[in-house]
């Protein structure tokens, strides 16, 4: 079956650390992939996205992910947190589903919290 | 310009009331979908509509759930015989053409059955 899982549904770092946030994909085909962050009482919001281009994907906000096919991950990542990334993020696989058409299987989130 | 727009923001129903959702989806955007998020998950797929034909419901979760896009812009969602388990925020989120291309959402009605 094709899913999505994010590791850790929380994930706490402190202000200006490294922020990692993880996602693995099953698929039988090639995959696109995306990740979402989600702001409190407020909708979805893209920040990259990964379409078989470059296998290292830059985003809005210093965000950056890497698609790695042996690994089966996408995992986000930022230099440096900030307090304003607190929010909860989203990976999602877009995969054909019938006649043709697609559809977003999303992970079940993980919510980030920046200590200062 | 205009995002996608969802109303009412939030809805409170008794359980067995019908309810109907709006989404306003971006304009010129030919591809609509339907979201369930409940608490602590991700979204959930509901339905996709293709201009105003639905290509997709196969993620309605049963027959009391139903949705039109009759003119291919403005799409409803309709709830009948409402269930304390439907609670939920309902996500609208469209694109321009559909396969890849990226999906913008709404904010959300946030859903209640009593």
């Known amino acids: 079956a094709q899913s999505v899982t994010q590791l850790g549904s929380h994930v706490s770092v402190s202000e200006g650390a490294l922020v990692l946030l993880r996602c693995n994909y099953s698929?039988?085909?090639?995959?696109?992939l995306f990740w979402y962050v989600q702001y409190p009482n407020q909708g979805l919001q893209l920040l990259l996205k990964y379409t078989s281009a470059a296998t290292l994907v830059k985003g809005i906000n210093g965000f950056e992910a890497e698609f790695k096919k042996s690994e089966t991950s996408f995992h986000l990542t930022k230099p440096s947190a900030h307090m304003s990334d607190a929010a909860e993020y989203f990976c999602a696989v877009s995969l054909p589903g019938s006649s043709g058409t697609y559809k977003y299987i999303f992970g079940t989130g993980t919510r980030l919290k920046v200590l200062a | 310009g205009a995002g996608v727009s969802q109303t009412p923001s939030n809805k409170v129903t008794e359980k067995g009331k019908y309810v109907e959702l709006r989404c306003d989806p971006i304009s010129g955007h030919t591809a609509l979908y339907w979201y369930r998020q409940s608490l602590g998950q991700g979204p959930e797929f509901l339905i996709y509509?293709?201009?105003?034909?639905?290509?997709?419901d196969s993620g309605l979760p049963n027959d009391r759930f139903f949705a039109v896009r009759p003119e291919g812009s403005v799409s409803t969602l309709k709830i009948q015989r409402t269930e304390r388990g439907d609670s939920a925020v309902y996500l609208c989120?469209?694109?321009?053409?559909?396969?890849?291309?990226?999906?913008?959402f709404g904010p959300g009605t946030r859903l209640t059955v009593l």
């Open positions: 509509f293709q201009g105003t034909g639905a290509a997709d």
């Open positions: 989120a469209s694109s321009l053409l559909g396969e890849s291309d990226t999906q913008y």
């Open positions: 698929s039988s085909v090639p995959p696109y």
